[in-house]
């Protein structure tokens, strides 16, 4: 009767350990739905980060900025002007021929950390320079390979100056042009 014990006895435990997995697979998928629901509320509630720089829709006027102002600026005469869908302030596409664009403004209005976010996308603040102009904004400049940026946010707004131009302060004078236009 050993005998039996001790050859049955490693066939039971293997039969018991099995047993004890499948009894434990059922409690563990609720708590994997349980984490799975806490994720998706953990993701609804974070900022997705900023919105995608935005693209040209349509040709206009810019509501918020000369073409004179633009021109006089960044030291080249402006042939087109193309919109993005954005509203109410659409950005603003400065075209010096009918292809290259010369200088673009976007203007962000919604949550704070989005409009930091969207400045420190335009102008990385490891790899820019600080910029507080106008008063009161904070962001930074940066030349690049194809121009310059100038990117400067306060409170839940962001303003973001591309220039095809090299000096960051032709990008800064329409930024401060912007502001003031807007009354932001």
Same mark, same amino acid.
């Given at each position: 009767?050993?005998?039996?014990?001790?050859?049955?006895?490693?066939?039971?435990?293997?039969?018991?350990?099995?047993?004890?997995?499948?009894?434990?697979?059922?409690? @563990?998928? %609720?708590?994997?739905? !349980?984490?799975?629901?806490?994720?998706?509320?953990?993701?609804?509630? !974070?900022?997705?980060? %900023?919105? %995608?720089?935005?693209?040209?829709? +349509?040709?206009?006027?810019?509501?918020?900025?000369?073409?004179?102002?633009?021109?006089?600026?960044?030291?080249?005469?402006?042939?087109?002007?193309?919109? @993005?869908?954005?509203?109410?302030? %659409?950005?603003?596409?400065?075209?010096?021929?009918?292809?290259?664009?010369?200088?673009?403004?976007?203007?962000?209005?919604?949550?704070? +950390?989005?409009?930091?976010? #969207?400045?420190?996308?335009?102008?990385?603040?490891?790899?820019?320079?600080?910029?507080? +102009?106008?008063?009161?904004?904070?962001?930074?400049?940066?030349?690049?390979?194809?121009?310059?940026?100038?990117?400067?946010?306060?409170?839940?707004?962001? #303003?973001?100056?591309?220039?095809?131009?090299?000096?960051?302060?032709? +990008?800064?004078?329409?930024?401060?042009?912007?502001?003031?236009?807007?009354?932001?």
């Amino acid at each position: 009767m050993n005998r039996v014990l001790l050859t049955a006895l490693p066939s039971l435990l293997v039969i018991g350990a099995l047993a004890s997995c499948a009894t434990a697979e059922p409690t @563990s998928a %609720p708590n994997a739905a !349980t984490t799975t629901s806490a994720v998706a509320k953990t993701t609804t509630t !974070t900022p997705a980060g %900023p919105p %995608p720089p935005p693209e040209p829709s +349509a040709e206009g006027q810019c509501p918020y900025l000369a073409s004179s102002v633009v021109q006089e600026a960044n030291g080249q005469l402006v042939r087109k002007v193309r919109l @993005s869908a954005d509203q109410p302030n %659409p950005a603003c596409f400065f075209y010096a021929n009918g292809t290259d664009v010369q200088l673009s403004v976007w203007v962000f209005q919604g949550e704070q +950390a989005t409009a930091k976010a #969207v400045v420190d996308r335009a102008a990385p603040v490891a790899d820019s320079s600080p910029a507080s +102009a106008p008063a009161g904004w904070n962001g930074g400049s940066l030349t690049t390979d194809t121009g310059a940026v100038y990117a400067v946010a306060k409170d839940g707004n962001a #303003v973001v100056v591309t220039s095809n131009q090299k000096q960051t302060i032709k +990008a800064r004078r329409v930024a401060e042009t912007v502001v003031g236009n807007l009354g932001l």
